[in-house]
């Protein structure tokens, strides 16, 4: 792990991307305490303004300040995916090891299931789901983990097919070890390289996707502010309050590089790691 920290400190990049996802965790944890005004306040007399001292990102077309809603939006933009992308690795990692290392019949089962959620486009099969169960927080985090859990899973199961005939595995058979103690704490160490990375892609997909889902009204509702439902709103009056279209867009943006930065570097690190072994 110390190899790893140190792997990726040395990367400008990756060290730029831990940086971004760190402030915006802040910003979810803190933000409504530093906003200077609730999300859904009204000021008086303030619709319009461009960014100034008093209003860092404007005020939209009704007087609410920008800033103040961006803060408030990063809580749910990053703990929603960050629920589902827990949740999407836990399953998915289950599911992953129990048929990479059975294999046969029940191989072919789940993975044909699998593949059948694969094959619909993330975004229509979200729509068609949430249509379903109604738009609310609980709604997204089980369609994303619907979404995400086949991925996870086929990957898992791709590194624990590879481990599955090595010898310290035949090992812990013969010694009568039980299933769940060779999927776990023989199997599972090895896949965790592969793990990490998928996990970071994860998450930066389903903040992309609960951003769109909140661009088309499927996201959290009001008078919550969700960014992608604040982009929406301002696409309306771009020509009279750009401002209040260009922040929440730039905060999605900026979240979702710091990520992908950062994944990049896990992705390095691990290969790099996997190569001296």
Known sequence: MRTAVAQLLRRPMT???????????????????????????LIRGAARLPPSADYLFGTDQIGRDVFSRVLWGARDIITLPLLTTALSVLFGT??????????????????????????????ALALVMLRAVGPSPFGIVAVIV??????????????????????????????????????FREILPGVLPALVVEAALRFSYAIFLTAS?????????????????????ARTAFSQVPWALWFPAGAIILLIVGVNLLSDGLRRVFRYEGQLL
């Open 15 to 41: 060290l730029f991307g831990a940086i971004i996802v760190a402030l915006f965790l802040l910003a979810a944890v803190f933000g409504p305490m530093i906003a200077p005004y609730p999300y859904d306040m």
């Open 94 to 123: 289950s599911i992953g090891l129990f048929i990479g290392y059975y294999g046969g019949w029940i191989d072919e089962i789940v993975s044909r299931i699998l593949d059948a959620l694969l094959a619909i486009p993330a975004l």
């Open 146 to 183: 619907v979404l995400y859990t086949p991925i996870v899973a086929r990957v898992v199961r791709a590194a624990a097919l590879s481990l599955r005939g090595s010898g310290y595995i035949e090992a812990a058979k013969l010694r009568g070890e039980a299933v769940r103690y060779i999927l």
């Open 213 to 233: 889902l909140g661009f088309l009204g499927f996201g959290v509702q009001p008078p919550s502010p969700d960014w992608g439902r604040m982009v929406n709103e």
